[in-house]
């Protein structure tokens, strides 16, 4: 007989130590969103609803825990019984809105990075639509799962419900086929990119750290059987809570690890960034994480010119010329400087040092415009050519 029994302790111990590790990771994303870069997006939203919802998922689960998960059905008390179906009813549809928008956020959040390739747009919008008319279907089908609903606490009650195995096993198949689809969508267009080997496979394993929701997902369908064939969920049930936990609060952490490129930079800022030199002595910083709007946009952009010009200039023997040199001063403001340069190295009386409070940029020019908002156009993103 198949048995999804976990003790009471372990599931408590698995629920909030996940919870609270996804509740980590959206706390420093939102930190790193509204006040490193502040280009909060959508995607910051839909994770933030993710694991509210989440989280309410897992005290629903603390809750039956105190009502008698993970003991015999036939130790409770009438009244234990009853609020452990009602608590079982209401962690349903949290577990399935709190997965939903944690991959709605994946996909959002890819669209500000990769959002100006079309095809990857087309296919973006094809996946969220689906995702999200899947999550609107389960989240009604959960809730109305028995007429009346209180015939899913009182199961002698005059009424219907749904046939739960095959229902519930229809979701789960479903949900690892968005699975897998939201975490290769973005890996050919990573591969794509003008990187270094070492570069592209770390951006590839951030996003492709969705699939680990797919294994999760495997996992959980033989507690699924277990609690949706059982004559005793009480005592059957803790592993399937266990598992939907995990798919929910790792697709968290999955969706938010990209995000946290800026945080970590504000204080290794070396960790993620490297230079190729050009014949010029030119070079770029590239970006793993979108820094903002149109942030990678840019980065993207400016490689493929250099590469261009690398392969096509010929070489020369360095000669004087003019750069730019621009800090950032203050939000919503770049300050710019000109200086001459012989050789590769500054010269000339103004110093080309930031001071205290400003950042130095040299690299990818961003034009930033107050009062206005900007069209979504890859010609307002140009590498500065000395």
């Not at 698995?14 to 990771?25: D, G, K, L, P, R």
């Not at 009650?157 to 739960?164: D, E, I, N, V």
């Not at 023997?317 to 340069?341: L, Y």
């Amino acid at each position: 007989m198949v048995s999804g029994h976990a003790s009471p302790q372990a599931t408590l111990a698995v629920v909030f130590t996940s919870t609270f590790i996804a509740a980590i990771c959206v706390l420093l994303r939102l930190w790193t969103r509204l006040v490193v870069v502040r280009q909060p997006g959508i995607d910051d939203l839909l994770v933030t609803l993710s694991i509210i919802f989440s989280s309410t998922f897992s005290t629903c689960v603390a809750v039956q825990v105190h009502y008698g998960l993970g003991k015999h059905q036939l130790s409770l008390s009438a009244h234990n019984e009853l609020y452990l179906l009602k608590w079982f009813w209401a962690s349903i549809w949290n577990y399935y809105l709190g997965l939903g928008l944690a991959k709605l956020s994946m996909l959002v959040q890819c669209m500000r990075i990769f959002g100006h390739i079309p095809k990857f747009r087309r296919a973006a919008w094809i996946l969220g639509t689906v995702i999200a008319v899947f999550t609107t279907w389960t989240f009604f089908a959960s809730v109305f799962l028995c007429r009346p609903i209180s015939k899913f606490w009182y199961p002698n009650a005059p009424g219907t419900c749904l046939h739960r195995l095959p229902l519930w096993f229809f979701n789960s198949i479903f949900n690892v086929a968005t699975d897998i689809a939201t975490a290769i969508l973005p890996l050919p267009v990573v591969k794509s990119l003008n990187l270094s080997r070492k570069q592209r496979r770390a951006l590839m394993a951030v996003f492709g750290l969705g699939g680990a929701i797919c294994t999760v997902s495997c996992i959980r369908f033989y507690a699924l059987y277990a609690v949706a064939t059982s004559s005793d969920p009480s005592w059957d049930n803790p592993q399937a809570a266990l598992y939907a936990n995990l798919e929910a609060t790792v697709g968290i952490i999955a969706s938010c690890l990209p995000t946290l490129k800026g945080l970590v930079t504000e204080f290794f800022p070396n960790l993620f960034s490297s230079t190729r030199s050009g014949t010029h002595g030119r070079s770029e910083e590239i970006e793993l994480g979108d820094t903002g709007k149109y942030g990678t946009r840019a980065s993207i952009h400016d490689l493929r010119n250099h590469d261009r010009e690398r392969n096509t200039l010929p070489k020369k023997k360095p000669q004087n010329r003019r750069s730019i040199f621009m800090w950032k001063h203050g939000p919503g403001r770049v300050k710019v400087t000109e200086t001459e340069i012989e050789g590769g190295s500054p010269s000339g009386e103004e110093s080309t040092t930031p001071k205290h409070g400003e950042i130095k940029g040299t690299t990818i020019v961003e034009q930033v415009k107050e009062g206005r908002e900007w069209h979504d156009s890859k010609e307002d993103f140009m590498p500065v050519k000395p």
